[in-house]
């Protein structure tokens, strides 16, 4: 089999475990995609592989910045300190270990609420504000999933252009 066969499947998946690390935050997400791109792109040296690169790379880029910035500033916006999301991501892996299929979610939401009544000392108030942090923890994941999305359809794209005129 052809080397830029094989690599063209290699990356394909990272591709897939890439946007997979988008919604699940044990894995590197839009980082990834960039890697397998650039790994693609040097694989065929070509000028599609290397459009391709450069496009996906704006995309995901993109798509990570967006993710950040969009959490970030709602987050801001409501005074919710980052430890808060912080302690429920690390919940949220626990949990992922704990609890089989719904474990992320659980543990991410159980950890966001309990860092915020120790916070508020209030429970009304922490649920509030857990709330929100949920809310613009989602909005910055959709953000980064859609153009991580579009990163990977750029890849297919490409592929199709590259091996058909090849």
Avoid: N
Avoid at 55 to 66: D, E, F, K, Y
């Amino acid at each position: 089999m052809d080397l830029e066969v094989i690599m063209t499947v290699v990356c394909g998946a990272l591709i897939a475990v890439g946007i997979a690390g988008v919604v699940v935050p044990i894995l590197p997400g839009s980082i990834l995609i960039i890697v397998a791109l650039l790994a693609w792109a040097l694989t065929v040296a070509s000028v599609e592989g290397w459009v391709v690169f450069a496009i996906g790379t704006v995309l995901a880029g993109a798509g990570l910045a967006a993710g950040l910035v969009l959490t970030g500033r709602s987050l801001r916006q409501r005074r919710i300190p980052g430890r808060s999301v912080t302690i429920g991501v690390v919940l949220g892996i626990v949990g992922m270990f704990v609890i089989p299929v719904v474990g992320l979610v659980v543990g991410f939401v159980v950890g966001l609420f309990a860092s915020e009544l120790a916070r508020q000392r209030d429970a009304r108030a922490a649920l509030t504000s857990s709330l929100h942090a949920l809310k613009a923890t989602g909005l910055g994941i959709l953000a980064e999933l859609a153009l991580a999305c579009l990163a990977g359809t750029t890849w297919v794209i490409g592929v199709w252009v590259y091996f058909a005129t090849v």
